[in-house]
Each structure stands twice: as C-alpha cells, then as structure tokens.
C-alpha cells in the first residue's frame, strides 16, 4: 500500500449518518452536530443534495426528523496533551484532524495540531540528546552528528509556518477520492525551531551529481515488516535549501513532541507535509528524482491534463505536487453558531495560506457568493506563516446564513467554489471553506 492509499471505510467517522454526501459537504462534523443539536428542527431538510455545490443546510439531510435520535458528535478524541475536539480520520495508522473553529489561535498549540502518520508511531526516544542523524549519498563528506551535536555546531532559527498535509480538502473531490477524508484540518501553523537543512547540506559537501533529497525515519511500517518504509518522499535539491526547510527538534518552544516527530523531523513548508519527515534518521542526497514509498504512482501527483471525475488514471500524465494551493478557512464563528435574535454586525476570522506563494486577498460572503466583503489581512511573521484575517458582515435580519471565504493567492489564483481537477487520491482539493448561523 502506497501512503494515503489505504482503503476509504465506508464511514470514517462514526457520527456520520450518510457519510458520503455529508462528507463532501462544506459542512465539518462538529459544526454540523452543533447545528443539530442547537438548531435541528428549524433548519430545512432537503433529501436530494444536488452534486457540487451542496448547501450547508442540504447537509443537514443527517439531522434526523425531531423525536428521532440526534447523531451524536465524534466520539472525543483520547490522547495525551491532544484536544478532545480532534476528529479522528483513522486509527491505524492513528490520523486526526482539527475542525476549523479549533484553529483560531494566532500560533496552534500542540494540543489542537493535526496528526498524519503513515506506519506506526514509534516509542519516544530514551535519549533525544543521543538521536543520530545520517547525511549520506551525494556529497563530499558522509556524516552522522547526534541531535546535541546538531544544536551546539549550528545556528537555530525559529519561524512560524503552515504544515498542511498533501490531501488537505480532499472530502470536498466528487466522486470520493480515495484516502483520509480531509475537510480543511489537515493543517496547522506552529512555531518551529530547528537548524536551516541549507547549511547541514552545505557542511556535508554536496556533490555536482546532487539532485534530490530522499528522507528516512524510525517509525515501522504498519505491517511490522521491517524491510518496508512508512513513507520515504524525496524533493529537489533548490526546496531543500530553502532558508525556511528546517531540520526541527523544537515545537512552540517545547522539545517536540512524540506524536510530532521528535525528537527530530523535517518541517518543508509551502509542499505537502509528507516531506516533513517526522523520526529523521537520514537523509539521502540522490543524483536523480527519488522512487521511495510514496513518490511513485498516483500518490502526491496530479494530471497534468484535467481528467474525467472517477475516470482510469494515466499516471504517464500526472506529475509531482510541489507548492499547496491557497486555502482560506472560517474560525470563528464556529459553523453552527446560533446567535442572539437582532445581531447585525458578526465579526468573523480566520487564516489563509497559499504554499510558495502569499496570500493577496481574502473575500468573505454571507448571500452564497454574490456579493464579496474584503477581509483585512495581519501581516505574516515571516514566509510561510499564515495571515490572520478578520471582517465584519452586516446581516440584513434574523435567519439562516452561510458564511463563505476564498483567499486569492499572489499569482491572481482564486479559490474555487467546488474542488477542480479531480485525481484519484485527491490532492488539490481547495474549495471556498462555509459555516452556517442562524441568528435568532
Ligand atoms: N516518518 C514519518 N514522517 C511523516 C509521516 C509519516 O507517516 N512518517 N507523515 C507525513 C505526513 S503525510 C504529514 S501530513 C505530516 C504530518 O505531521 P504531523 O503528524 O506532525 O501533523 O508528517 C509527515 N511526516
Ligand atoms: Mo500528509
């Protein structure tokens, strides 16, 4: 099995009474127990959700008729210092998701930061101080240095930067496609410590010959078999020395976490976060584009040529995801909020992001798209961080709204209204995010 291959149960998420229609909703699972549980009865229930664009209330097909039983939430999430609010994806291997309201902070703690693992997650080193890290293949000198050694023979940096996994938003791809149900919280934005990859590879000499990275960690792969790898994804020569690709041992200022990769991963922003290897324990410097567990096939490519939804893949025609398309996402309110009769002004925030690129503007609409308010953007950090956003919409009454945003990156690409260029394991998937409120 290839990462991000694994086959789709039929419901992922127990609380998730027509999975598949609800789903591909713009609808999250939370928000969408909040709206039953707050709102159920009022909300129109529609039973013919119509392809593409699903209302968020034609979502509400899973609320049962009043005296029905109302679906419950997920089922809190039960692993130590991890919000109880995560939505699980998968169990094994252990995936989780943060729902959109979970990502207002400025900086995500650990405690609500996604979870990706493709093989099993190992035991936390004994001895971080003592971690080895191997730079071997193409280059002059061949080197192992342990983490202690890493820290006091390099200069750390810390930045601010989106990690998102390659198949953020993939829920939203008609007909399924096939791996974890992302909805848009298959990201997070933390502070990362580490040592610039740029200048371990510069010490190590890279060759004439040096191409492409290939990255290798300690986590088994989820059938124990010992001669497999999780995951090993590779990147050319020019992201690897990127100023801001860090080889990380530290996490909001806490040494990172388990869960996270620690005592040492990559953190590769703007791409997607497989290559972010977590448990580095070497990285192999190749004279061509690497061939490990999940670079080949259809995993981490799209078609170059738009295909048909669902149709055969040529995977001669796909090429490799590089930078992550712009996303934008509503976090507060939380999709399902009720608010007081007579509210006019709602203040909403969020985040935005756009891979390799910055974010130019951010639109938000409350009449589903026909008219657009401009979001005032808080500056970045530094590269790779998120902006910040917040608006103000003046409703003209009570009832029943859908918040949309889409951000517009620095190359004039706006977000679609339906997830476009449809491939079999769903990357790009980067619809208008939409929470619903009622007000009243
Ligand atoms: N060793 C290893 N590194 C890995 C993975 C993995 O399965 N094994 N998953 C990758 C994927 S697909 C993503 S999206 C990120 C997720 O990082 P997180 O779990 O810290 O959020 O880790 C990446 N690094
Ligand atoms: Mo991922």
Known sequence: MTPDTEPTPKR???EDPIAPVSRRSFLNNVGLAGLGAAAGAVLPLDSGPSPGLTSTAQAQTATPPTGAPQPQGPPPFDYPGKEKGLVVLGERPLVAETPEHLLDDETTPISKFFIRNNGQIPEPAANPDAWKLTVDGEVN???????????????????????ECGGNGRSFFQPQ??????????????????????????????????????????DPHLSGDTTKESLSRGMPIAKAVEPHSLIVYAMNGEPLPNIHGGPLRLVIPGWPGSLSHKWLTRITIRDREHDGQGMTGTSYRVPNTPMVPGGKADEKDFRILESMPVRSIITAPANGTRLPAGTRNVAVRGAAWAGDLTVSRVDISMDAGQTWTQATLAPPRNRYDWNRWTATLQLPSDGYYEIWTRATDSNGRMQPPVAHNWNPQGYGGNTMHRVAVLVG
């Open 177 to 218: 496609a096939r791996g974890n149900q992302w909805t848009n919280g298959g990201a997070g934005c933390a502070e990362w410590t580490g040592i610039p990859l740029a200048e371990v590879l510069q010490a190590a000499g890279l060759k004439d010959t040096a191409k492409y990275t290939a990255h290798y960690g300690a």
């Open 141 to 163: 000198n061949r080197f192992e240095l342990t983490l202690a050694e890493l820290r006091s023979r390099f200069q750390p940096r810390t930045y601010r930067m989106v990690l």
């Open 12 to 14: 992922q998420r127990a």
